[in-house]
């Protein structure tokens, strides 16, 4: 009970960050916004965003799994993450980035929907909607 308490507060919590970094893309603040995206990637998975990018995608899950620890909670928090990076990188015209961050979304989307104890939420079922639509 204690766990799923825990998991409860963080998901909370991180609904919290999600809305504060919309608001900060929504008002044009993406220094603050990638700043976020930072903190938040090691706050949430004790990696780095900039690790995560540096990862090969034939051993993305492999590596978050087995070699972080990380779990299905964390790996939808730094999905997330991932999608909102790819949209900063976007919105500054670094397509490479921001490809790199689509892909690596998709593929924990992916994960997560095909592995996960998580309940298939809608937000990773539009995300997906999405990234199935963008070419890489």
Wanted: charged share 30%.
């Amino acid at each position: 009970m204690h766990k799923r308490d825990y998991l409860v507060k963080q998901f909370e919590e991180f609904a919290k960050v999600m809305a504060v970094l919309l608001g900060l893309k929504k008002d044009g603040k993406y220094n603050e916004l990638e700043e976020l995206i930072k903190t938040s990637v090691t706050k949430y998975t004790s990696t780095e965003i900039n690790y995560v990018e540096s990862i090969d995608d034939s051993v993305l899950i492999n590596t978050l799994v087995e070699d972080k620890k990380l779990n299905d909670e964390q790996l939808k928090i730094l999905a997330d993450l991932l999608f909102e990076k790819a949209e900063f990188y976007s919105h500054h015209h670094q397509t490479l980035e921001a490809s790199n961050c689509f892909k690596k979304a998709k593929n924990i989307y992916i994960f997560l929907k095909d592995n996960a104890t998580l309940s298939y939420s809608l937000d990773m079922h539009y995300k997906l909607e999405i990234l199935n639509k963008i070419s890489f």
